[in-house]
T-cell receptor, first 113, second 114 residues
């Protein structure tokens, strides 16, 4: 069966520090991968998506970047965090075939102080 | 045009009651409408989904009603239980080059009192 892992689960970082959130998917190959952000009391906003290794599309201009160094690995990064980067970051995957059923990871809660 | 508007923001029902959450959209290219359930501190999980070629889909106590002409869809939770207390999100997907890029509603916090 397919599983998705995100880490770290919780992160507290000072303003201006770098960020790296990792996501890996097991049990599937060539998935579409997504990073969403959920601000407190808000819906989910798509940040990045990837249809293959090295292929990244950004949905909103921001302080963050994403990379996909391997088929089942998706990384969210920042060189210098802002207060507004605080939120709950969710990685998700879909097989790319059939209905677009997104499967989400457990999320990474980032607090920027 | 990409928005999905969800209401109410919060909902309180008694155990055994019916919970109803509504969503509306503008983009007629949307062709897949899932609902997600999210418990505190967890990622959302797919609950039920519908395509616009049917007006209703039922899975256990959960039913989606879809009105294509009105561009509205709703989630009905029958016999609501305290374990259903969670945040519910409707979403929409336009397929094609937008495959998997779900547009989410703002969420509804459901509380079911025992």
């Amino acid at each position: 069966s397919q599983t998705i892992h995100q880490w770290p689960a919780t992160l507290v970082q000072p303003v201006g520090s770098p960020l790296s959130l990792e996501c890996t998917v097991e049990g599937t190959s060539n998935p579409n991968l997504y990073w969403y952000r959920q601000a407190a009391g808000r819906g989910l906003q798509l940040l990045f998506y990837s249809v293959g290794i090295g292929q990244i599309s950004s949905e909103v201009p921001q302080n963050l970047s994403a990379s996909r160094p391997q088929d089942r690995q998706f990384i969210l990064s920042s060189k210098k965090l802002l207060l507004s980067d605080s939120g709950f970051y969710l990685c998700a995957w879909v097989s790319g075939r059939g209905p677009p059923e997104l499967f989400f990871g457990e999320g990474s809660r980032l607090t920027v102080l | 045009q990409q928005q999905v508007k969800q209401s109410p923001q919060s909902l309180i029902v008694q155990k055994g009651g019916i919970s109803i959450i509504n969503c509306a959209y503008e983009n007629t290219a949307f062709d897949y409408f899932p609902w997600y359930q999210q418990f505190p501190g967890k990622g959302p999980a797919l609950l039920i989904a519908i395509r616009p070629d049917v007006s209703e889909k039922k899975e256990g106590r959960f039913t989606i009603s879809f009105n294509k002409s009105a561009k509205q869809f709703s989630l009905h939770i029958m016999d609501s239980q305290p374990g259903d207390s969670a945040t519910y999100f409707c979403a929409a997907d336009a397929g094609g080059t937008s495959y998997g890029k779900l547009t989410f509603g703002q969420g509804t916090i459901l509380t079911v009192h025992p």
